[in-house]
């Protein structure tokens, strides 16, 4: 799907090429401070250990982690940095702690911008959203997340794509080697790890991403949720308008339907495209306790 066309060309060319240019600068500067966040979240559980403040720091500190999902996102994109190499690099290691491997990632990505909404096609929906409160209840604790990791991860490994023809033959042995690889660096650095501190893995990531975890899942099921199922980005997805803390640990993420209808637009410019398309957006909600009423509310019916 051409995305700028189902977006009715909002953007003139010249303005998409100014909004499109990509940084060394901008990127490194906010993976630095990404990587900051985390040390110091990582310092206050540090602090916290003994104590029952501990466990909102393990959230804290669970939130910057799981976050590292929208630097891989945009290296997906090749549009958090201008080197090509800096986008693959960084991109592998930040999709690690949430065992997400950016290879596999990078083409479920593609396909679901491709066919964004389109139920038979679109692979986010391969996990159907949910009808029922149960259902959202589990798509937001991220049990469904966790299970369908372990599940595509496996097969994957094993070189068994057979439901993941988004995956193109080329690209397939470099994807398994590497999961596979990326199941050796977590097996290697959890025993390492644990040799040093027993407890070590369990408090700075174990812990932290699963309980970090439900957030992001809240987070992703608005952007699309009660949105048009058609091809259109100015109405298939929404926007969220929130805090600055928030835009900066998730990258400016929660412009999402400005993303989707111009993916080439870097995660710094977001804010300025969202300027100049606000009026044409057909989704824009201001927080996600809103939206996530709205979803709750849909689905008052249901049993």
Not at 240 to 269: G, K, Q
Request: a positive charge; glycine letters at 4%; aromatic letters at 10%.
């Amino acid at each position: 799907m051409d995305t700028a066309m189902s977006a009715g060309r909002v953007l003139a060319p010249q303005e998409l090429k100014a909004l499109s240019r990509r940084s060394n600068r901008h990127g490194i500067l906010q993976f630095a401070i990404h990587l900051a966040l985390i040390g110091l979240a990582a310092a206050l559980v540090t602090a916290a250990r003994g104590h029952w403040l501990v466990l909102p720091a393990m959230v804290l500190l669970g939130w910057v982690l799981v976050a590292l999902f929208a630097p891989v996102h945009e290296c997906v994109h090749y549009t958090a940095f201008r080197s090509r190499r800096l986008n693959d690099w960084v991109g592998w290691v930040a999709a690690v702690p949430s065992l997400v491997d950016f290879h596999f990632y990078k083409h479920f990505h593609y396909a679901h911008h491709r066919h964004c909404q389109d139920p038979a096609l679109d692979p986010e929906l391969m996990t159907p959203l949910p009808t029922t409160r149960w259902q959202y209840l589990l798509r937001v604790s991220a049990w469904n997340y966790w299970r369908a990791r372990a599940a595509i991860l496996w097969r994957v490994a094993r070189g068994d794509f057979r439901d993941f023809s988004f995956v193109p033959e080329r690209a397939r042995a470099t994807t398994r080697r590497s999961v596979v690889a990326m199941y050796v660096l977590v097996v290697a650095a959890i025993a390492g790890w644990a040799a040093l501190d027993p407890w070590g893995p369990v408090l700075y990531w174990i812990g932290p991403v699963l309980l970090g975890q439900p957030i992001l899942r809240a987070i992703l099921l608005t952007e699309h949720m009660l949105c048009s199922d058609d091809g259109n980005a100015l109405t298939n997805t929404r926007t969220t308008l929130v805090s600055w803390p928030v835009r900066l640990v998730h990258w400016n993420m929660p412009y999402h339907a400005e993303h989707h209808a111009y993916p080439s637009i870097p995660f710094h410019a977001l804010p300025a495209a969202h300027r100049r398309m606000a009026p044409h957006l057909a989704h824009v909600e201001r927080g996600y306790v809103r939206t996530h009423r709205a979803i709750l509310g849909s689905l008052a019916g249901a049993r």
